[in-house]
C-alpha cells in the first residue's frame, strides 16, 4: 500500500462524526478503565502520520507509545510478517521450535553491550519481560527482595504495578501488592530527592539508594534491582552521571542482578540500541519489548547465560511467547534500524528538539525542564518556577491544544505534568519541525 502524504491536515472538529460515533461504540463496549489519549479512531497510519476515519491527518510525536521507532508498516516488518504468517502463524515454541526465535535470541544477545555469553527467551510484552527478569532473577540468586525505584514504570501485572512507583491509576484498588518490594530514589536532576544540585544528584541518589540497600534490606537479601536507565513514563528522566555506575558495581560486589529495564528507553530510541550505553555500564538482564516488535506484541528478557540457564526446564515459556510472526517482525525491526540508520536519526531528532524546545526555559515561566536523549523529549511544567510546583493543568492544556490542532503527544510524569514527546525515528524532519512548532505555540499560549 503507498505511503500516506506525509502532513497535517485537521479536516473536521476533534473528533470528527465517524470518531464521536465510534467513541460511543467503544464507551457501551469497552470498560472506561481502559485509558483513551485521544479521542480519535485510526484508519491508517505510516512515516510520522496518522489519518484518523474522518480524514484528519496526525503528525505522530507518540508512537504508539515509543513502538514505532521503525515506523507503522515498516517495509522489512510488514514483509516478514506476510511471509511468516503464509508458513504458519503459530505452534508454540515449546512444542515445535522454530528458527525465528532462535534468531532473535542471536541477535539481542550480540546487540546488548559486554562481552557476556547470553540467552534470550520471549514473551509477550514488557510487564510480562519484567515479571519473567525478576523470576530469573530469584531463581538464579535464591533471594528473594527486589528493588525499584522512584518514578519507575513496570507494567500492569501484579509484580510490574508494584514495582512501579506511581500509585494512581496503577495500584488504586488492585491490592494486595507484591511482597518484597523495596522503593529507592532515583537520580532525577531536577527535582533531586536528596536535595543536591543538578551536577551532583547522580552520585547523592546513589549513596542513598545503597545506604537503603546495605542497612535496610541487607545487600545480600536482594535478588534484583530493576531499573529503567532512563526513566520513560516516570518523564523522560535521564539520571545524573555516576548513578547507574554506582548501583552497578553495588550490584557486582553484592551477587545483585542488575535489571536493566530497557522496554521503553530500548531498541534505538535514545540513538543507542539501549540506553544503558550512555552510562557505559553492563546490565545481568535487559528487558524488552514496545519497539522490538515494529509495531507486534513481544517482549525480551536477554541476561547473563549462568543466570538465564539456572532455571529448570519448564520454568519459563508461554503459549504465544515469541510467537512465530512477532519474531520475523522484530527481526525485520532490527533490519530497519540497521539498514535505515535509525540511531543517528534518533541523534539528529534529539539535535532538533533541543533546538526547539530548549529556548522555551528561557522564555516560558511555565517550563520549569527540558529533557532530550536522542528521540525521547520533555517538558516539565510548574506553576512556580522557585518552588519547581508541578502544574499538570499546564501541561494538560498543552496537550489539548495539540491534538486539536492535529499532533500527537502523550503526558508523562509522577506528577501528571510533563508532555512527551517520541516520534517514529523515520518521521520526516520537515513534518517533526512542524510538529514541534505547534507544541511551542501551544506552551508560548500557556
Ligand atoms: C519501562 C517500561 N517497562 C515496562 C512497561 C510495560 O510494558 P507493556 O505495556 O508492554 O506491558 C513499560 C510500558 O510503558 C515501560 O515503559
Known amino acids: 500500500m503507498a505511503e500516506l502524504p506525509q502532513r497535517r491536515a485537521v479536516v473536521t472538529e476533534i473528533p470528527g462524526p465517524r470518531s464521536q460515533e465510534l467513541m460511543a461504540r467503544r464507551r457501551a463496549a469497552v470498560p472506561a478503565?481502559?485509558?483513551?489519549?485521544m479521542p480519535v479512531f485510526a484508519a491508517r497510519?505510516?512515516?510520522g502520520v496518522v489519518l484518523d476515519v474522518d480524514g484528519n491527518s496526525f503528525i505522530d510525536l507518540g508512537a504508539g507509545i515509543a513502538v514505532l521507532n521503525v515506523g507503522s508498516s515498516a517495509p522489512l516488518v510488514a514483509a516478514a510478517v506476510a511471509e511468516q504468517a503464509d508458513a504458519f502463524t503459530h505452534t508454540c515454541f515449546q512444542v515445535t521450535p522454530y528458527e525465528g526465535y532462535v534468531a532473535l535470541a542471536e541477535k539481542l544477545?550480540?546487540?546488548?553491550?559486554?562481552?557476556?555469553?547470553?540467552?534470550?527467551?520471549?514473551?509477550?510484552?514488557?510487564?510480562?519481560?519484567?515479571?519473567?527478569?525478576?523470576?530469573?532473577?530469584?531463581a538464579a540468586t535464591g533471594r528473594s527482595a527486589v528493588v525499584a525505584f522512584d518514578h519507575a514504570f513496570h507494567g500492569r501485572t501484579l509484580m510490574g504495578m508494584t514495582l512501579t512507583a506511581k500509585a494512581s491509576p496503577y495500584k488504586r484498588g488492585f491490592g494486595p501488592l507484591a511482597p518484597e518490594v523495596y522503593r529507592l530514589p532515583y537520580s532525577y536532576?531536577?527535582?533531586c530527592a536528596c536535595g543536591a544540585p543538578y551536577e551532583e544528584c547522580g552520585p547523592a541518589c546513589a549513596a542513598a539508594a545503597i545506604t537503603i540497600m546495605d542497612r535496610q534490606i541487607g545487600g545480600d537479601r536482594i535478588a534484583a534491582l530493576v531499573v529503567e536507565p532512563v526513566l520513560g513514563e516516570g518523564g523522560v528522566i535521564v539520571p545524573g552521571d555516576g548513578f547507574l555506575q554506582a548501583l552497578s558495581a553495588y550490584c557486582a560486589d553484592n551477587g545483585i542482578v542488575f535489571v536493566a529495564d530497557e522496554v521503553q528507553a530500548g531498541f534505538a530510541r535514545t540513538g543507542r540500541w539501549f540506553s544503558c550505553e550512555?552510562?557505559?555500564i553492563v546490565p545481568d538482564i535487559v528487558t524488552t519489548a514496545k519497539g522490538l516488535g515494529g509495531g507486534l506484541p513481544i517482549g525480551g528478557v536477554t541476561g547473563r547465560a549462568d543466570l538465564m540457564d539456572a532455571v529448570h526446564p519448564g520454568g519459563l515459556g508461554s503459549t504465544f511467547g515469541g510467537n512465530p510472526v512477532s519474531c520475523a517482525a522484530a527481526l525485520g525491526a532490527i533490519a530497519e534500524v540497521e539498514t535505515g540508520d535509525l540511531l543517528g536519526k534518533a541523534v539528529r531528532i534529539g539535535d532538533i528538539f533541543t533546538s526547539h524546545l530548549m529556548p522555551l526555559l528561557q522564555d516560558c515561566e511555565a517550563v520549569g525542564d527540558v529533557r532530550v536523549i536522542g528521540g525521547m523529549a520533555a517538558v516539565?511544567?510548574?506553576?512556580?518556577?522557585a518552588a519547581k510546583t508541578p502544574d499538570g493543568a499546564a501541561a494538560g492544556r498543552v496537550l489539548a491544544r495539540c491534538h486539536?490542532?492535529?499532533?500527537i503527544a502523550l503526558r508523562a510524569g509522577t506528577f501528571d505534568n510533563v508532555v512527551r514527546i517520541l516520534p517514529p525515528l523515520v518521521i520526516g524532519e520537515d513534518l517533526l519541525v512542524e510538529g514541534l512548532e505547534v507544541l511551542e505555540k501551544a506552551i508560548r499560549a500557556l
Not at 33 to 37: E, F, Q, R, S
Not at 404 to 407: A, D, L, P, S, Y
Request: overall charge negative; aromatic content about 8%.
Open 33 to 37: 478503565g481502559v485509558g483513551a489519549t
Open 189 to 191: 536532576p531536577y527535582r
Open 380 to 385: 516539565e511544567f510548574v506553576s512556580d518556577r
Open 278 to 280: 550512555h552510562s557505559g
Open 109 to 138: 544477545n550480540a546487540l546488548v553491550p559486554g562481552e557476556v555469553e547470553r540467552r534470550s527467551f520471549f514473551v509477550n510484552s514488557g510487564a510480562e519481560a519484567v515479571e519473567n527478569a525478576v523470576k530469573v532473577a530469584r
Open 45 to 47: 497510519a505510516s512515516g
Open 404 to 407: 486539536e490542532e492535529g499532533v
